[in-house]
């Protein structure tokens, strides 16, 4: 039986669940976590957030603003991003779908290292 620890465990976890890593080119790094790497809470307001993109009327600059706020590491970070992005719709939209792509169950992190 293997002798394993709490951190090859967390190793293991972030390696098959890690962040997605947006470098804003100023030194600040944005790790965007991996849904099964947030609370409960976030990952239920996440959810929601990502129905309600989904109606024809939806406030896309909004929402999408409001999931990268929600899966930013901090909110502090997540205010940095969203400055740095300006309101640009189509970066917005680029950075969530590279994020969802990344985050699939099962699948390898978007990070670059």
Known sequence: MPNLT???IRAAAE???GSTDIDLGDG???RLLNPLRMAKANRTALLATQEKLRA???DQEELLSEALT???ETPAKAKRLLAAIGGDLAVLAEIFTAYTEGTQAGEA???RD
């Open 70 to 72: 929600l899966v930013a």
């Open 15 to 17: 390696a098959k669940y």
């Open 56 to 58: 024809d009327d939806a």
């Open 28 to 30: 600040t790094v944005v």
């Open 6 to 8: 709490l951190d090859t």
């Open 109 to 111: 992190s978007a990070s």
